[in-house]
C-alpha cells in the first residue's frame, strides 16, 4: 500500500467523521470541525494525485478507488446540504447525475484496455465544487454570504454540465465501441 493509496482511504475514512461532525449539533463549533474534515479529505484528493504522478507511483487500486472517494466525499456532503436546506434538490441531482455518467464512460473505456484522464474543466468543476461545499458547510450567518452560496452553487451545477458535454464529445468513441 503506497502513500497515494493511503491518502485515498484516509479521505474515505474521514467521510464518516464529516458526516458525524454536520449533524451532531450539540459538539460546539461543529460546522468549523466539518470544515476542517472536509478540507483534509479535499487535500488528500490533490495529494495523492500530485504523489502518485510524480513518484509513478500509479496503481489499478488507486485508478479505480481515487475517483470513487471523491464522488463518495461530495456526494455526501451535497445530500447533507439538501437535509438542511442549503442546496436545491435539482443542483445536487445535476451533480450526482453527471458524477455517474462519467463513471460510466470511464467503466467502459476501462473495458476496453483504455484509461481516460480527467480534463481541465472537470478539474475546474471539482475545485468550484469543492469551494460551494466550504461555503455551504461553514453557513455564516452574514446575509452576503447567501450570495456566495448562491454564486458558487451556480457556478459548480454550470462547469459540472460544460465539463459533462465536453467529456462525451472528447470521448464520444468510448460510446460507439461499447455499443
Known amino acids: ?4 493509496n493511503k491518502l485515498t482511504l484516509l479521505r474515505v475514512i474521514l467521510i464518516p467523521f464529516f458526516i458525524a461532525a454536520m449533524y451532531i449539533t450539540q459538539i460546539p463549533g461543529n460546522r468549523y470541525i466539518a470544515f476542517a474534515i472536509f478540507a483534509i479529505a479535499s487535500i488528500t484528493d490533490a495529494l495523492d494525485g500530485y504523489i502518485a504522478r510524480r513518484d509513478k507511483l500509479i496503481t489499478d487500486f488507486g485508478k479505480f ?5 471523491d464522488k463518495l466525499l461530495v456526494c455526501s456532503a451535497l445530500l447533507i446540504f439538501v437535509d438542511f436546506g442549503l442546496l436545491p434538490g435539482i443542483a445536487a441531482i445535476i451533480i ?4 455517474f455518467i462519467i463513471s460510466g464512460f470511464r467503466l467502459a ?20 465544487q469543492m ?13 452576503f454570504w447567501t450570495y456566495v452560496r448562491l454564486v458558487l452553487m451556480i457556478l459548480a451545477v454550470a462547469f459540472t454540465v ?3 458535454v465536453d467529456y462525451i464529445f472528447k470521448n464520444a468513441d468510448v460510446l460507439k465501441e461499447a455499443a
Open 1 to 4: 500500500m503506497n502513500i497515494p
Open 65 to 69: 478507488m481515487d475517483p470513487l472517494a
Open 96 to 99: 450526482i447525475s453527471r458524477e
Open 109 to 128: 473505456a476501462l473495458g476496453k484496455g483504455r484509461v481516460i484522464a480527467a480534463g481541465w474543466l472537470g478539474k475546474i468543476k471539482t475545485v468550484l
Open 131 to 143: 469551494f460551494m461545499c466550504f461555503a455551504m458547510i461553514l453557513d455564516l450567518p452574514f446575509g
Open 162 to 164: 460544460i465539463s459533462l
